[in-house]
């Protein structure tokens, strides 16, 4: 007789677990593949896009797996580096 054991996939924010291949296949050792927005060993921490400071000397707004830049009105440009031209 032959017995099987599933085991539960613990990775978390809607990971997917994976058969790790430095392991037996079987062996039960799984690592968690994550979505966009999520890291860890079971995709338990949130990635927060604002500690990169993607928006230079503009406000970064965080939300859910995104951000959102809020510029100075004397700043423009995508990522709020570029100045205004000077008007003469």
């Known amino acids: 007789m032959i017995e099987v054991t599933v085991m539960s996939c613990d990775c978390l924010n809607g990971g997917s677990c ?5 392991f037996p296949p079987g062996s039960g050792a799984y690592l968690c593949v994550c979505l966009p927005g ?22 970064c707004i965080r939300g859910l797996h995104s951000y959102s830049c809020n510029c100075p009105p004397e700043l423009k440009g995508k990522f709020w580096f570029l100045m205004n031209e000077i008007q003469m």
């Open 38 to 59: 999520f890291h860890g060993d079971l995709c338990e921490k949130n990635v927060t896009e604002c500690q990169l400071n993607p928006c230079g000397l503009g406000r």
């Open 18 to 22: 994976v058969s790790d291949t430095k």
